[in-house]
Antibody, heavy 120, light 111 residues
Framework: QVQLVQSGAEVMKPGASVTVSCRASGYTFTRHYLHWVRQAPGQGLEWMGVINPSGGGTTYAQKFQGRLTVTRDTSTSTLYMDLRSLTSEDTAVYYC?????????????WGQGTLVTVSS | QSVLTQPPSVSGAPGQRVTISCTGSSSSIGAGYDVHWYQQLPGTAPKLLIYTNINRPSGVPDRFSASKSGTSASLAISGLQAEDEADYYCLSYDVNLSGYVFGAGTKVTVL
């Protein structure tokens, strides 16, 4: 079954770092770029960054540069998102999303989402 | 404030046709970057509805259609059904931001 399965919910303290994972199955991991998108409670979608799983190259939204690191492990077909220096404004559901083959940036497969709550 | 502007809400009776606009600029849609549309039902992950401006993925009803012209794009839902009640987002690339941007989303209500 083609799917992206994310790690479970996290509760973090302000100033801490969080790692969210996203395991791909049912397709060739290195053939599709992968993105991270987040959604704060009651708010819209926000693009965070993208990785080429084949070569590992990344691009981040300007807002997150210096605070976000996206990596992948091709041996386990797993994508990782590390976000540092968390504040309450980082409380959100974080999604990984796969790019449709043949497209540059249409996200055809999404993970189920991971809720990250930042609270003291 | 998003660089892609969508109306906060649209509504229609069952069977009617509604449209959602997505207005960008010369650095996004107007620069030729593709527009994609997503549907998000409450409590679920977004779903790809339209890709590369006008194309429907397999399984998406042909009641959904889209277009793109100049610095704007639009999504149309014909024969509105109760199950279409959801949030809809457009997505494109912005060269000034060197990244992707979503519209703020439009809530569709079926009256």
């Amino acid at each position: 079954q083609v799917q992206l399965v994310q790690s479970g919910a996290e509760v973090m303290k302000p100033g801490a770092s969080v790692t969210v994972s996203c395991r791909a199955s049912g397709y060739t991991f290195t053939r599709h770029y992968l993105h991270w998108v987040r959604q704060a409670p009651g708010q819209g979608l926000e693009w965070m960054g993208v990785i080429n799983p084949s070569g590992g190259g990344t691009t981040y939204a300007q807002k997150f540069q210096g605070r976000l690191t996206v990596t992948r492990d091709t041996s386990t077909s797993t994508l990782y998102m590390d976000l540092r220096s968390l504040t309450s404004e980082d409380t959100a559901v974080y999604y990984c999303a796969r790019v449709l083959e043949g497209s540059n940036d249409a996200f055809d497969l999404w993970g189920q989402g991971t809720l990250v709550t930042v609270s003291s | 404030q998003s660089v892609l502007t969508q109306p906060p809400s649209v509504s229609g009776a069952p069977g009617q046709r509604v449209t959602i606009s997505c207005t960008g600029s010369s650095s996004s849609i107007g620069a030729g970057y593709d527009v994609h549309w997503y549907q998000q039902l409450p409590g679920t992950a977004p779903k790809l509805l339209i890709y590369t401006n006008i194309n429907r993925p397999s399984g998406v009803p042909d009641r959904f259609s889209a277009s793109k012209s100049g610095t704007s794009a639009s999504l149309a839902i014909s024969g509105l059904q109760a199950e279409d009640e959801a949030d809809y987002y457009c997505l494109s690339y912005d060269v000034n931001l060197s990244g992707y941007v979503f519209g703020a989303g439009t809530k569709v209500t079926v009256l």
